[in-house]
């Protein structure tokens, strides 16, 4: 590969897990040198890791704590944060187009403009997919982000104040029977609890969750004897859980199923299905799949252009020798993160291609709350196939939030910000009261 005086531009689209490990580690080898360069693209202006924002929602964990700010990490990490939305990719021109942004009042912040790169990776993430379910758009929350789990939060709060003061009921109905689902109705369980501690006294009563799940058992993806232990301890903590329940329809008051009944819910949440951004499907002929997926060779190239790349949920990549693409899991986005990690510096710098992404399952975890935790030690290892609960898997659930920490701070940052955490659980409020 021959180098011009232009250092090599690499531009990673979206700050989740993946993106920000990777602009993050490769910012600081960039930094002090001049053969490349990292930016990082994100329409927010702060990362929460993923499997948070349920607690985000609930109001179990602080927002303004557990945020990393892209500003703040691009000077620790010597990448440069571009905030904005992908509106096209010219990939003749190595261009990014993004588009506007405006202020909530309409005011414009900053223009439509044009992101040249050498190599850009997307990172976008996925969303809840309602599958143009009526009245889901117009009703329903989604926990995607951490400003829909602050949207969310700030209801919930405002709902709950409106209960205890005019009386009535609150009803929380949340569809989906994944991690999110589930983790989502014992953490708000918890809040209630913490809110009766603090005064909320006949909060127990009068809210009522209930889990709405279209298959035959909770957590699909993992071993059944975790499907029915989650479920049984649900349902112990006072949780309704309906399973072969297909919404066919949201509206104010509720859901209605496909066999005619209704659930009634003042507050719904939808957390099933799984769907990459729709601006994917039109980036210069890039290759998608039904899921609006960037399609990518087991390298992460996109299929039709080896100078763009995509990981994560964004991504549907079939490992060499496999059937059926990798599911869109926190896992395997962190594993092809570390993948990237370690060779595109060699792509930049002395021309090597990247080798084919190997993935190993390293098995599940589901938290609920301080009430319980499952695990499965997945098809990778000696004990391949255990599963376990309790302590050891809430250490365990613990640990992946302080590893991604300690990768994108260093470990005696890191460290630090554990210290912090277990000190304010001491001083400070165990839910949100603002």
Not at 48 to 64: F, Y
Not at 298 to 327: I, K, N, R, W, Y
Request: glycine letters at 10%; hydrophobic letters at 45%.
């Amino acid at each position: 590969m021959s180098f011009s005086a232009q250092p090599h531009r690499v531009v990673i689209v979206g700050g989740g897990v993946a993106g920000l490990e990777v602009a993050s580690t490769l910012g600081r080898l960039a930094r002090g040198r001049r053969r490349f360069e990292v930016t990082l693209v994100d329409r927010d202006s702060a990362h929460i890791w993923k499997p948070m924002l349920h607690t985000i929602a609930a109001g179990t964990s602080d927002i303004s704590q557990q945020q990393t700010t892209y500003v703040a990490q691009a000077r620790a990490a010597g990448f440069t944060y571009q905030p904005g939305e992908v509106a096209g990719l010219d990939r003749t021109a190595h261009a990014l187009l993004l588009a506007a942004l405006y202020a909530p009042d309409g005011r414009l912040l900053i223009p439509a403009r044009r992101l040249a790169y050498d190599t850009l990776v997307m990172s976008i993430g996925s969303r809840a997919n309602d599958f143009g379910t009526p009245g889901v758009a117009e009703h329903c929350f989604k926990i995607d982000s951490r400003l829909q789990a602050d949207a969310f939060n700030q209801e919930i709060r405002l709902r709950t104040l409106q209960c205890l003061s005019q009386g009535g009921m609150l009803s929380v109905g949340i569809v989906g029977g994944g991690a999110t689902g589930v983790e989502l109705a014992a953490e708000l369980v918890q809040l209630v609890e913490s809110s009766v501690a603090y005064g909320a006294h006949g909060l127990a009563e009068r809210m009522k969750i209930t889990l709405i799940e279209s298959g035959p058992r909770l957590l699909a993806a993992f071993p059944e004897d975790i499907s029915a232990a989650t479920q049984a301890r649900l349902e112990a903590l006072g949780i309704r859980v309906l399973t072969n329940a297909r919404v066919s329809q949201a509206d104010e008051a509720g859901y209605v199923l496909a066999d005619g009944s209704r659930i009634d819910a003042t507050l719904k949440v939808w957390a099933a299905g799984v769907k990459a951004a729709d601006v994917l499907a039109n980036l210069d002929g890039l290759e998608v799949n039904r899921a609006n997926q960037l399609v990518v060779r087991p390298s992460l190239q996109t299929t039709l252009d080896p100078h763009v790349f995509a990981m994560g949920d964004c991504a549907s990549c079939t490992p060499e020798g496999a059937a059926q693409p990798l599911p869109p899991t926190a896992q395997v986005a962190h594993q092809q993160a570390r993948h990237l990690i370690r060779y595109l510096p060699d792509m930049i710098l002395s021309g090597r291609s990247v080798p084919a992404f190997a993935y190993r399952d390293m098995g599940a975890l589901v938290s609920l709350g301080a009430y319980d935790a499952y695990g499965s030690l997945g098809q990778y290892g000696l004990f391949k196939g255990v599963t376990f609960r309790g302590r050891l898997a809430q250490l365990s659930h613990t640990m992946l939030y302080r590893s991604h920490q300690a990768r994108l701070h260093g470990f005696w940052r890191g460290s630090l910000l554990w210290l912090v955490d277990c000190l304010n659980r001491r001083l400070r409020a165990t839910i949100r009261l603002d």
